[in-house]
């Protein structure tokens, strides 16, 4: 229970294609409001301070960094996260990233997904240099990238359809 | 047997949760009622202090403010004791450092709140009277004349040291046609796994048991340490790992604020939260690998290596790492050092030295990363000095597989190595004829292209001997405990730690053969000592090595149960049937009851079993290793790299490994190893260091934009190749695999750098992580 | 790591918003919050009251008028990276915006906000003085203000906005036959730059006729130098010049010395560049 001086924020917002309406700690960054009070705990925060990408949210349809927005600042907004991410880009995404182990621990995982979703609806045939680059602002400490790559470029082929495989 | 499960690619099964969100991390659980908790940390490297905390603890939404004395009443002091270390000079811990904080970052009060935003202003609102004391964090001052103590009252600052000396070095160097030196510095590193420390405690009152969730490592140590620490039976205190965002070292020491944790949780008998934020994380995590080594290898005439003498000033911290002690760390390097080389004679001292910084300790491949550095880069520098490819000079000197088992100078017990079969494979993996074409084609271009090589040695799977003997109570055994369930499934409990490796999965397949059911019914669960039985964790590339073992044990107990059960069902001898692909297979092969039927007669038509046939559903093996202390895996790494003459920066362009684990579970977990432990080793030679300010001693990487880390971009295309000896003396055959990228990467990099600087005419560079400006000033473009 | 307590608008008019930053003393403007968001969750900004301009209408727009660009405060960085209009009228913008940060945080980060913030090592900044632009500042006692981006710039983190006001629109003039240069060093990709330059060159009869260039990472802040531009346009050793001009920062990882030979390297590579254009 917060003390009553604790400043809060009125937000109403739709999140993952429902309405909310809630209350959170004006100090509250988006990505805590999304964890601690609506349970939505696909997006972590990692350093909270803007570096690492794990908490990669989709707000307004664009990828942002859910630790460098406040709670406050979703009222009106619609949010995406993780849990909800479902066009045919994640689909594929997480097919691949299941198949080619682009992951290990899986706490970079969610934020990767979100942000090379973002990057195949913009570029469908990335080369490695391209899926490395838009991927650059989200650090994986497991891997060493290179399966992460490796399922980017499948998702895409996928993606394309049977003629692209070949 | 169809299908074999080990050996095959398989996803793992927790992938599907993970990619979907839906981990479940310790910062993704919460218990009613809890208290947030922050902790003032001394600013200073050295320092008294006073609090006055009333003005914090008035704060609205403020439970409690606690210092030292509070938490003391329900916590002991620990100290880092090692018979494999006599003589080590650590203080003893508490919770919450009482009136002298010795290192920038050590907790000195604990805030209770009702979230983490009151906490940490209420602990800003602590009134804290700081008294600066001179501190010492530099490795080389520490040692000097005259440097202040980092703890009053001792004689100097060297915790713990010791000298080797095998063979007659002094002959050998007097003998020899050549000595070639160096001096490298590494800098300290961090592990920055992405999921940061931290711990949800639930005290139960009237019982006086503990529950915490921790991200963690080895939830069954922490179990003890938390009861000894607390006074508590073993069994009233239950560690929860659930997932692991990542470990590599940094989750399986015992550290002041989760044991705080604990204890507030007992103090106030409330549910007690707090994950380190990332700032914290930087401050308090373990640091590691800061040493000074000065070598020098002795080679004759022939171009045979002679010996090696070396000296290693390790940097400790403020105390020596609970409680496995900060100097395996020097140990594990000097175990290392030349591992893959023949050389009969061989001199070290080791200075273990107290630092008024925070503790180091073991991090992914331990001292291996310097060892290898250090020998690699001597060799190049003898292989240059005789005018010979370095290669050639390796290959001559490395040890063939049948002059092992042996223990070398520096006291390793190697076994198994195959270094040549692994030198051959890297060398046609890389096409080293048209690779150093290119190389050649491209310098003639102007590019400063270098090429580096690194052949690595690691000792993994520690068994019994190690820890046990040292009298540090660290379990080197595993256990699992597998069931049928009756719908035919396979279930397991293993002590083995998931931190994100994949280990369950790898346990899974093993079981899955040694049952002879699909991979895809097994399940294996770890990380909840309520469920889990006694053993390791995640340590010492040991998963598949002993926790496979332990797998197989007891995948082989329950097949024999099964078939003592369905032998008397079918009243045939237990020995002619067989189970596969989950059925019951008679001696013609026949497939007679599926394991469904069998366990659901088990369990739910007991009555329909003959007469004294009782058999049990669950099948435990407790996988202890004889013999062999230790497991040794090698492999062999080369990197392509390019510098730019302008900047200094350098890019790696291509990466290549060959390893020899042993056996393979799962080829995508094995190569998710390699490739994960060569990037935090390319981090390591080219970015991440813990860095403090000469005079006052501050920290100076305190947020991910100063520690830099590897980036997608950093880390190139990584191809790898396998040689498979399966560890004789064992069943499954695995050496282990998480720490051999670490191993070698940066040995390869400072090689490959060196290689292009000498190119270019330019001198070498002796520091880690590899500076531009040093790369710079080596081609004489800086001043 | 979470902000000290503040207090929060989101007012939806520029007027609204330029009466709270006249009110109330210690106001902040919060634009996209890439910096300032992790500077107060690390409580270095302590701002007590958060002005978030992101529900300002129109502040976004980027247009052109028969002789400037405009880009207002509040575009994203993506936007002005991806712009048609950015890449034909500044397309300098957009060589250095590739070289900023990461797709997320292009996705947030606003124009206004890296120029009001000024790091030193931003590119951003650097663009607006080698494109010659005007920043347009507006506050509610003196309402409109013109600020050229070599006078806006004036230290570490330390611009010519008053505290009363907001910085509305860059305009930048349209220059048909000024070509952009843009390079910088930086650790990773995405880093701030070690040191960067940006160039903006016009070329006559085969020679450069006019150039101007601003360094970021460099010094405290970007700056014109014209005698390094009129030595490049003269042919002479423009970087040979610049030890004595510039006035380089020093870190433990970037020392001085070695920002100023990154400082000389880029000016040759971009006086090679503009003289081979040429």
């Not at chain 1, 990767?112 to 400490?141: F, V």
């Not at chain 2, 195959?418 to 074409?437: G, S």
């Not at chain 2, 390869?748 to 001198?763: E, Y």
Request: hydrophobic share 50%.
């Amino acid at each position: 229970m917060l003390p009553p001086d604790e400043p809060l924020a009125e937000i109403a917002c739709r999140v993952n294609g429902r309405a909310v309406r809630g209350r959170a700690a004006l100090r509250q960054t988006l990505v805590e409001w999304l964890r601690a009070d609506l349970g939505l705990t696909g997006s972590h925060v990692g350093c909270a301070h803007g570096v690492c990408g794990a908490c990669h949210v989709r707000l307004d349809g664009a990828v942002v960094r859910g630790c460098l927005v406040l709670a406050a600042q979703a009222d009106g907004a619609t949010v995406e996260t993780i849990e909800a991410a479902g066009g045919p880009e994640e689909a594929a995404l997480r097919d691949a990233f299941v198949a080619h182990a682009g992951l290990q621990c899986g706490f970079c995982t969610p934020g990767m997904i979100l942000q090379a979703a973002e990057l195949l609806q913009r570029n469908p045939a990335p080369s490695r240099e391209a899926i490395r680059d838009a991927l650059s602002g989200n650090y994986c400490r497991c891997t060493g990238y290179h399966a992460i790559v490796d399922a980017v470029e499948a998702a895409a082929r996928a993606l394309r359809g049977p003629a692209a495989t070949a | 047997m169809p299908d074999r499960a080990i050996g095959r690619a398989l996803p793992r099964d927790a992938s599907r949760r993970l990619v979907a969100g839906g981990g479940r991390f310790l910062d993704d659980h919460a218990e009613r009622g809890e208290l947030h908790a922050a902790f003032l940390r001394s600013p200073l490297p050295h320092a008294r202090f006073t609090l006055h905390t009333d003005a914090a603890a008035a704060l609205p939404g403020v439970a409690a403010v606690l210092t030292a004395r509070d938490l003391a009443a329900v916590c002991r002091p620990w100290r880092t004791v090692s018979k494999g270390f006599p003589g080590l000079v650590s203080p003893e811990q508490a919770p919450l450092a009482d009136g002298r904080a010795s290192w920038q970052g050590e907790p000195v009060a604990m805030v209770l709140a009702a979230s983490r935003a009151i906490a940490e202003d209420a602990a800003e609102a602590i009134d804290a009277a700081w008294e600066e004391l001179p501190a010492v964090t530099d490795v080389q001052a520490a040692l000097a004349p005259g440097a202040p103590p980092v703890h009053p009252g001792l004689e100097g600052n060297r915790a713990w040291g010791t000298t080797i000396r095998h063979g007659d070095p002094d002959a050998a160097f007097a003998a020899a046609a050549l000595v070639v030196e160096e001096r490298l510095v590494f800098t300290r590193h961090t592990g920055v796994p992405l999921e940061p420390r931290g711990a949800l405690a639930l005290w139960e009152k009237g019982t006086g048991a503990l529950t915490i969730r921790l991200s963690h490592q080895m939830p069954h140590q922490m179990r003890l340490h938390l009861a000894e620490q607390l006074g508590l039976p073993v069994n009233r205190v239950r560690v929860v790992a659930a997932d692991v965002g990542g470990g590599f070292g940094i989750k399986m020491h015992v550290y002041q604020d989760e044991m705080a944790v604990a204890a507030a949780s007992r103090l106030l008998a409330r549910p007690v939260r707090w994950v380190a934020d990332r700032l914290e994380s930087m401050l308090a995590d373990i640091h590691a690998r800061e040493h000074v080594v000065t070598a020098r290898l002795a080679v004759d005439a022939e171009g045979h290596m002679l010996g090696f003498d070396v000296q290693d000033l390790q940097g400790l911290g403020a105390v020596s790492v609970y409680p496995r002690s900060s100097t395996v760390e020097a140990m594990s390097l000097l175990r290392t050092l030349g591992a893959p080389y023949r050389f009969a004679h061989a001199r070290a001292r080791i200075d273990s030295v107290l630092q008024n910084k925070v503790p180091t300790g073991q991090y992914r491949a331990v001292g291996a990363p310097i060892g290898c550095a250090v020998t690699e880069r001597l060799i190049e520098k003898a292989a240059a000095a005789r005018g010979e490819d370095a290669l050639a000079f390796r290959a001559r000197n490395l040890l063939r597989a049948e002059e092992m088992p042996l223990v070398n100078g520096f006291g390793a017990a190697l076994h198994g190595l195959h270094h040549h079969a692994a030198l051959e494979k890297a060398r046609a993996l890389m096409d080293l004829p048209a690779l150093r074409a290119e190389i050649a084609a491209g310098r003639a271009a102007g590019r400063l292209l270098g090429l580096g090589l690194a052949v690595t040695v690691e000792f993994t799977a520690s068994g019994p001997a190690i820890y046990g003997g040292a009298g540090v109570p660290v379990a080197a055994t595993d256990t699992v405990v597998a069931t049928l369930e009756p719908t035919g499934e396979v279930s397991a409990q293993a002590s083995i730690t998931e931190i994100g490796q994949g280990i369950t999965q790898g346990l899974a397949q093993v079981l899955a053969d040694a049952v002879g059911v699909p991979a895809g019914a097994v399940r294996v669960e770890a990380g909840d000592t309520a469920a889990a039985p006694h053993g390791g964790g995640a340590w010492a590339s040991r998963g598949a090595a002993i926790g496979g073992e332990a797998a197989w044990g007891a995948g082989r107990a329950l097949r024999a149960q099964l078939l003592d059960a369905a032998g008397a069902l079918l009243q045939a001898e237990p020995g002619t049937l067989d189970i596969s692909d989950g059925a019951i297979l008679d001696a013609a092969g026949t497939p007679r009851m599926t394991l469904a039927e069998l366990g659901r007669l088990m369990l739910f038509r007991g009555h329909e079993l003959p007469r004294g046939v009782t058999p049990s559903l669950s099948a435990a093996f407790h996988y202890r290793r004889e013999g062999d202390a230790t497991l040794a895996n090698n492999g062999v790494h080369a990197a392509l790299v390019e510098l730019d003459g302008g900047s200094g920066l350098v890019r790696v362009l291509r990466y290549w490994m060959v390893g020899d684990c042993g056996r393979v579970l799962n080829p995508l977990l094995v190569d998710g190893q390699y490739r994960g432990g060569i990037a935090t080793g390319i981090g390591e030679a080219l970015l991440e260091a813990c860095r403090y300010d000469a005079d006052s001693g501050q920290f100076l990487s305190g947020t991910l934009a100063d520690y830099l880390l590897p980036m997608a971009t950093d880390i190139p295309d990584i191809t790898l190749g396998h040689v498979e000896t399966p560890y004789p003396r064992s069943a499954v055959g695995a050496k282990g695999a998480g720490e051999s990228g670490t191993c070698g990467a940066p040995a390869a990099i400072l090689n490959a750098v060196n290689d292009a600087l000498a190119a270019a005419g330019g001198g070498a560079v002796t520091e880690l992580p590899i500076q531009p400006v040093a790369v710079l000033r080596a081609l004489g473009r800086l001043a | 790591m979470t902000p000290a307590r503040f207090a929060y608008a989101r007012p939806a008019t520029l007027d609204a918003a330029l009466d709270m930053l006249a009110r109330e003393e210690e106001a902040t403007p919060l634009a996209g919050g890439q910096s300032l968001v992790p500077m107060m969750a690390m409580r270095v900004a302590r701002p007590a009251l958060l002005v978030d301009l992101n529900a300002l209408p129109g502040l976004d727009a980027i247009e052109a008028t028969p002789g400037v660009l405009r880009i207002g405060a509040l575009a994203r960085h993506a936007a002005v990276l991806d712009h048609e209009l950015v890449a034909a009228e500044a397309p300098l913008l957009a060589l250095a915006l590739r070289e900023v940060a990461h797709p997320a945080i292009r996705n947030r980060g606003t124009l206004g906000g890296s120029l009001c913030l000024a790091d030193p090592a931003a590119e951003l900044p650097a663009c607006m003085v080698a494109l010659d632009a005007t920043l347009v500042l507006a506050s509610a006692a003196r309402g409109e203000r013109r600020v050229a981006a070599r006078d806006f710039f004036a230290g570490l983190y330390a611009t010519a906005r008053r505290a009363d006001e907001l910085l509305l629109r860059a305009e930048i003039p349209r220059a048909p036959g000024w070509s952009p240069w843009f390079e910088e060093v930086a650790r990773r990709r995405g880093d701030y730059a070690i040191a960067g330059l940006a160039v903006m060159a016009r070329r006559e009869a085969g020679r450069i006729a006019a150039l101007r260039l601003a360094f970021c990472g460099v010094e405290a802040a970007p700056r014109r130098l014209p005698e390094v531009e009129a030595a490049v346009i003269e042919g002479r050793d423009a970087a040979a010049l610049l030890p004595g001009l510039l006035a380089p920062l020093g870190s433990a990882e970037a020392p001085a010395a070695y920002r100023l030979h990154l400082a000389q390297l880029l000016l040759r590579r971009a006086t090679e560049h503009a003289h081979a254009a040429a």
